[in-house]
């Protein structure tokens, strides 16, 4: 079983090669909810080894835009594409397999309370071919365990392994789930604010955890935030959303603090 | 220090109710008085009846114990009767209620099967049911169970559908990010997460089972009611009385039991 898993992985290496280096591309991406016109036409792209920050206001659909990639929401119109394959036109099962692949940290931890941290952290492995030995700590492979502890390890949680995950704080659960993301081994990982209920030192440590994957294991990854010092430290490209489009994209040195100032105001506002 | 006045009238107590009201309140009048009318109430009959009552009473003490062996006995089978159709129906409310509830019914059809099935296992009354397994099972305990596992299905997946879909939609959408199926999905989160409400639901169908038990033997199916039954129509109140306070025993020793193993249940939870 273990052996089917690798050679998943070494064949989508393979296979990202081919397509190359592109983790993820949206083009022409609209979403819109009732009335609500959230998305209109969203176009770009984000390398292997780059990191990509996402800005916007609140309600600027930052966190639409990533639900979009993996189809946790369908897109009304506009083409994705995850490791070269049009995520669009997957079967369920290749999606399934797709979205293996990559971490996704959500804006709320989303754990699965009333289970341990571990048991959260291995759940990570689910879309992975273990079947039902990925569903608790208890009847996981001793090999998933081991990684799934050096994952919590490596966030700062190993005391916390056995803990019911409801009864850590909002930051600590966000950290599991920051572990579950790593624990994937992914080749792209989408956290949608994943430092916001972080203290400041935990913040730092966690984007430079995300950074130290980017460059070491080559992932992909996108984060939106709404930190500009963690925009402008920690990514290779800024993409700026407002009202549905794509504001401005830039390098983080090329960003200009007023034109920040404004990107933030409300649209037609004096102020 | 001036005193407060306010400026605009005092609204009434009381507002003055609408026609619609009061032709509501008088349907509802004329509907206790036919009620009454059907019932048959008559005060002569209470109390003419009442020294009747004062006599059974009388009769029924000192409770006699003679034949206590045999009572126990058919107490035992009750509890037997109830526990184990109580199983049978947990299990078997288990993938039902999968099917019953919204979120993890696999299709549209198989969930308005399973609710309509429930229903039915609901609605129609333990009594039905026994007389319905006495003339094919045959007159005996087994009819009993059989009964008693039917009622837990009407009542249990029912409760256990309604704590499935209470689950959270977050860790759900998590779990799908990760590649999981529907299978992994229902048993990595929402049967853990629900477990405190199936836990919860269970011990009261043991309770409301033991509390039905006590009475399928007036039909046949088992149990201590049967010799309730023959005690009263013998016209031998005191047997009735060790029976009725042994029942009393057994019901409340349940209740006590279930509600104990319920607060220790509910708060051990990490795996
Ligand atoms: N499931 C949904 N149903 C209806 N409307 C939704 C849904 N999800 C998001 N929206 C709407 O889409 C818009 C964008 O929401 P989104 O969560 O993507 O914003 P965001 O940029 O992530 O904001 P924040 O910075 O507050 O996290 C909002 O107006 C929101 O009300
Ligand atoms: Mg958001």
């Known amino acids: 079983m273990t052996a089917a898993v690798a050679e998943n992985v070494s064949e989508q290496s393979d296979e990202m090669k081919s397509h190359g280096a592109s983790a993820v591309s949206f083009s022409g991406i609209r979403k819109s909810f009732g009335s609500n016109q959230v998305l209109c036409g969203v176009s770009f792209s984000c390398a292997s080894h780059s990191a990509t920050a996402l800005i916007g206001a609140n309600g600027s659909g930052k966190s639409t835009l990533l639900r979009c990639s993996l189809r946790l929401i369908e897109p009304d119109a506009g083409s994705i594409h995850v490791f070269g394959k049009s995520v669009r036109e997957l079967s369920a099962g290749e999606l399934r397999k797709v979205r293996s692949q990559v971490g996704f940290v959500f804006q709320k931890h989303n754990l699965v309370s009333r289970l341990s941290a571990l048991t959260n952290v291995i759940h990570g492995a689910i879309g992975q071919g273990y079947s039902f030995r990925a569903w608790y700590q208890s009847i996981a492979p001793s090999e998933l365990r081991e990684r799934a502890f050096a994952c919590l390890e490596r966030v700062g949680l190993s005391d916390f392994a056995l803990k019911p995950v409801q009864t850590l704080s909002g930051g600590q659960s966000q950290r599991v789930a920051i572990a579950r993301a790593v624990f994937q081994k992914p080749k792209l990982i989408l956290a949608d604010e994943p430092a916001a209920s972080l203290d400041p030192e935990s913040g730092q440590q966690v984007m430079e955890l995300l950074r130290e994957l980017t460059q070491s294991e080559g992932i992909g990854l996108i984060f939106s935030t709404h930190h500009i010092d963690h925009a402008l430290e920690f990514a290779d490209r800024v993409v700026a959303l407002k009202s549905g489009t794509i504001d401005f994209e830039s390098a983080p040195d090329k960003l200009d603090a007023t034109e920040l100032r404004k990107f933030y105001m409300p649209s037609g506002s004096p102020l | ?271």
Not at chain 2, 62 to 79: G, K, M, N, Q
Not at chain 2, 198 to 209: G, H, Q, R, V
């Open chain 2, 1 to 271: 220090m001036s005193e407060l006045v306010a400026l605009r009238a005092l609204p009434p107590r009381f507002s003055t109710p609408s026609w619609k009201a009061v032709l509501g309140i008088a349907f509802l009048i004329a509907l206790a008085i036919w009620a009454f009318a059907g019932a048959g109430i008559s005060t002569e009959d209470f109390i003419d009846g009442l020294p009747e009552m004062w006599r059974l009473i009388g009769e029924m003490f000192p409770p006699d114990i003679a034949r206590s062996e045999s009572i126990a006995w058919s107490l035992v089978e009750t509890f037997q009767m109830a526990l184990a159709g109580t199983i049978i129906g947990v299990l078997l409310s288990f993938p039902l209620s999968a099917l019953a509830a919204r979120n993890t019914s696999p299709h549209w059809s198989l969930y308005q099967v399973a609710r309509g099935l429930t229903a039915l296992f609901r609605t129609i009354p333990d009594l039905v049911w026994a007389l319905f397994f006495v003339a094919t099972v045959g007159i005996g305990p087994f009819a009993g169970t059989l009964t008693i596992a039917v009622d837990t299905m009407g009542f249990c997946a029912r409760f256990f559908a309604e704590g499935m879909e209470e689950a959270d939609r977050g860790p759900e959408e998590a779990l799908k990010a990760l590649g999981s199926s529907k299978i992994s999905i229902f048993f990595a989160y929402i049967f853990p997460v629900s477990l405190p409400s199936i836990t919860n639901s269970s011990l009261f169908s043991l309770e409301k089972a033991v509390r039905s038990s006590v009475i399928l033997g007036l039909v046949g199916a088992g149990g201590i009611g049967i010799e309730l039954k023959v005690a009263m129509e013998m016209f031998r109140y005191d047997q009735a009385c060790t029976i009725i306070l042994c029942i009393l025993i057994l019901v409340i020793g349940v209740e006590r039991v279930s509600s104990f193993a319920r607060s220790r249940l509910l708060d051990q939870s990490s795996r």
